[in-house]
């Protein structure tokens, strides 16, 4: 986990043509795969090889699945690339002590140790409830599992632990044109589960929920997931426009050190030295209005071109979205305005060059009830070494021109554990012991 990039994913298969005999199972999880990154980075579901569909009698085999190694330095799901669903789950932790809060973290590490590996379920008399609630069949697929739990400023006001709370952890307060709704906002823990596939998620959920349902209980829940790459590229939003293209660069660990995580000897608590903050904010879309608003002046209000991604000043349609936003000549924002979504979250500016970046992992939401009410949103979800960049991005973007489009009404802040490094570690030790 400490060297997981888009460039170099430690992932490997199980299924299709990657046979098992011979192998120790721990031995899967420090496989790689040649030729899975562009894939992965892509949000792609990997089903069986080519030559096992070529092969009439293998045509039944079972899809491939990868594998996202559970242990390391970091928690997976931070710089994985974004699997093409996800889920955020904020729980109330209702733990007796602190005995039964390091049982709880025992209880997830264990959990997601094992559904992040797969395989089969333990077998019960007949007589007897199942051992697994059989969603994704005899054979659990790990299917690009991945679990990040991160605890909320709430969680440091019981069991002993405000000493210990990470020093930039708030609750999270609205900004000016905010709606936050607390029973869609906050929670003692944060739980991100992401995979290839929905069925996956959901099965991972009911299996946590089975396992620690004494210690803590759901208080909101979004489900997400990534839209197709059209036509090549960043996926689209529900605006219509490339969502994440300026993200930094996951394969450079300098720059992951000083952007993302925390680091030995700050002024962090120890126990904290390789998580992070992570920001969940459920923004609802006014999609008919947008829709009914001209391209030219949507362009405006976002910065960007509509159909390739391209800064303002690209006008072609086929222009590369990897085009740098340039504002040294244009003072007067005449062609970028602004008070324009991107101009606005990186003004390029001195002042501001210390809180314009963070790392981007977002996901559309549609909990629409039915027509002729849209509920539709952006799951969006980014990480920080420190909160305080987020909270002075947000504040700039009060005055944006996308704000009539716009409703924010939950999600929370967060700090993601460590990872988890061996069999014998688990979420929260540091913090707990």
């Known amino acids: 986990m400490a060297d997981e990039t888009a460039g170099n994913p430690e992932v490997t298969w199980i299924g299709g043509d990657c046979p098992m005999a011979g192998f120790p199972r721990r031995a899967f999880l420090q496989g790689t795969a040649a030729g899975v990154a562009a894939g992965a980075a892509a949000g792609s579901v990997w089903s069986g090889s080519t030559a096992a569909a070529a092969d009439g009698s293998r045509a039944n085999a079972p899809p491939a699945s990868r594998v996202i190694p559970f242990h390391g ?67 659990l697929a790990a299917d690009g599992l991945t679990f990040t739990v991160g605890v909320g400023a709430s969680l440091f006001d019981r069991y002993g632990l405000h000493a210990r709370k990470p020093v930039q952890l708030v609750t999270m307060t609205p900004f000016r044109h905010d709606d936050l709704d607390s029973a869609l906002s906050q929670g003692d823990l944060l739980l991100q589960i992401c995979a290839d596939n929905r069925d996956t998620t959901v099965h991972a959920l009911l299996d946590i929920l089975t396992h620690s349902k004494s210690a803590m209980k759901v208080r909101w829940r979004i489900d997400g997931q990534r839209n197709p790459e059209r036509p090549v590229g960043i996926p689209r939003d529900w605006l219509g426009f490339k969502d994440g293209i300026t993200n930094p660069d996951v394969t450079n660990s300098t720059q992951m050190n000083q952007l993302v995580w925390v680091q030995p000897h700050s ?79 990186n003004p390029q500016t001195p002042k501001t060059a210390s809180t314009s970046t963070i790392l981007r992992r977002s996901y559309d939401y549609d909990r629409s009830p039915g027509l002729p009410e849209l509920d539709m949103g952006h799951a969006f979800i980014c990480f920080q070494r420190e909160l305080h960049t987020y909270i002075a991005m947000q504040t700039r973007l009060e005055g944006e021109r996308l704000v009539p489009y716009i409703s924010p009404r939950g999600g929370g802040y967060f700090f993601d554990l460590p990872g988890v490094r061996d069999e014998k570690d688990y979420y929260a030790r540091g913090l707990l012991t």
Request: proline share 10%; charged share 20%; with cysteine.
């Open 73 to 139: 330095d970091h928690q997976a799901g931070i710089l994985t690339p974004p699997q093409r669903v996800a889920m955020c789950v904020a729980f109330d932790v209702t733990a007796a002590d602190r005995r039964e809060l390091t049982e709880l973290f025992r209880t997830l590490t264990e959990r997601a140790r094992l559904l992040t590996v797969g395989g089969k379920p333990p077998r019960v008399p007949a007589t007897e409830a199942p051992s697994d609630s059989g969603i994704l069949g005899p054979t």
């Open 267 to 345: 002024a962090e608590p120890v126990w904290a030295a390789g998580g992070t903050y992570q920001v969940v904010r459920i923004v609802h879309f006014f999609v008919e209005a947008w829709q009914k608003l001209p391209v030219a002046q949507q362009e405006r209000v976002i910065g960007r071109r509509k159909a390739s991604g391209a800064p303002m000043y690209a006008v072609g349609e086929n222009a590369p979205d990897t085009l740098d936003p340039i504002y040294t000549n244009d003072p007067q924002g005449l062609i970028t305005p602004l008070d324009s979504h991107i101009r606005l979250a």
